[in-house]
């Protein structure tokens, strides 16, 4: 396959931004369109001077139908409700999709799924190398240790985002919850608050810090008698998610249908 078409959904926000500056520096793809709101500012606004980019790119819109008919792979990291619709259009299309907004619900994960069926999706709570090596890594130590060792998942983030726990904290702990072969609906404790009783063996907690500029750090904590085991991750930027946005597309552009993760792009 030659250059990979990229459309942006939300091009004007931050992370639309970053994805469509990654795609500008990388040779093997080009920005094919970008999204903004209906009744935006941004909208009908040249994307490279919208991006700080050279070269031309057309203009922005808000017809999102077009943007995705006219692309191999888009990229979107908007809002639940927007990826979703954006989904079942990009399904109607045929053109491929990476999802990386977080917060969706059970309901609207399966929309995705559903999707799937007629394209090749990638959706991750997060894609940073980094994390999806922590994904692995979580899941083979609650595998190796049983329930003498408390699982605990602290996160945090900036002020201004707007879910809780991260959905990054939530692929922790599915993979905990994996790697123990148990259902995290089942044994995930997203908060505590008042007199809440002993903890129960086997619980998989959560603890959610807001604050500042942070852009996202993650630990999970084994918790054995006499010994702890913590495993971090701590992101300075996020140029490291938008290059593996950029990354996950081009690979899904040349894949059959089906619902992927960044541990499939990463052949982990």
């Not at 700080?52 to 057309?58: C, E, K, N, P, R």
């Not at 072969?181 to 009783?197: I, M, N, P, Y």
């Not at 063996?201 to 942070?214: K, N, P």
């Not at 991750?233 to 552009?253: E, L, M, Q, T, Y």
């Amino acid at each position: 396959m030659g250059t990979t078409k990229i459309g942006i959904m939300g091009i004007s926000g931050f992370m639309g931004r970053m994805i469509a500056a990654q795609v500008h520096g990388n040779p093997e793809a080009e920005i094919s369109g970008g999204t903004v709101s209906p009744g935006s500012t941004s909208e009908a606004v040249d994307i490279a001077v919208l991006c700080q980019l050279d070269g031309a790119y057309g203009k922005t819109t808000s017809d999102a139908r077009s943007v995705i008919a006219e692309a191999d792979v888009v990229i979107d990291f908007t809002l639940p409700d927007a990826t979703v619709a954006h989904a079942r259009i990009a399904a109607e299309c045929g053109t491929a999709f990476v999802a990386g907004t977080t917060g969706l619900t059970p309901e609207q994960e399966s929309a995705l799924a559903e999707a799937a069926t007629s394209i090749s999706l990638v959706y991750a709570p997060n894609m940073s190398l980094g994390v999806n090596l922590l994904f692995d890594l979580v899941k083979k130590v609650a595998g190796a240790l049983d329930d003498s060792f408390d699982i605990e998942i602290v996160e945090m983030h900036h002020k201004r985002k707007i879910d809780a726990p991260s959905g990054t904290a939530l692929g922790l702990g599915k993979a905990a919850a994996a790697g123990r072969g148990v259902s995290l609906d089942d044994k995930g404790v997203l908060s505590r608050e008042g007199v809440t009783g002993p903890r129960e063996a086997g619980q998989i907690g959560f603890a959610t810090l807001r604050g500042g500029d942070v852009v996202g750090e993650h630990t999970v904590i084994f918790a054995g008698p006499n010994e702890r085991i913590e495993l971090t991750h701590k992101a300075a930027n996020r140029d490291i998610f938008a290059a593996g946005a950029v990354r996950a597309a081009i690979w899904a552009a040349e894949r059959k249908a089906g619902l992927y993760s960044m541990a499939d792009v990463l052949g982990l």
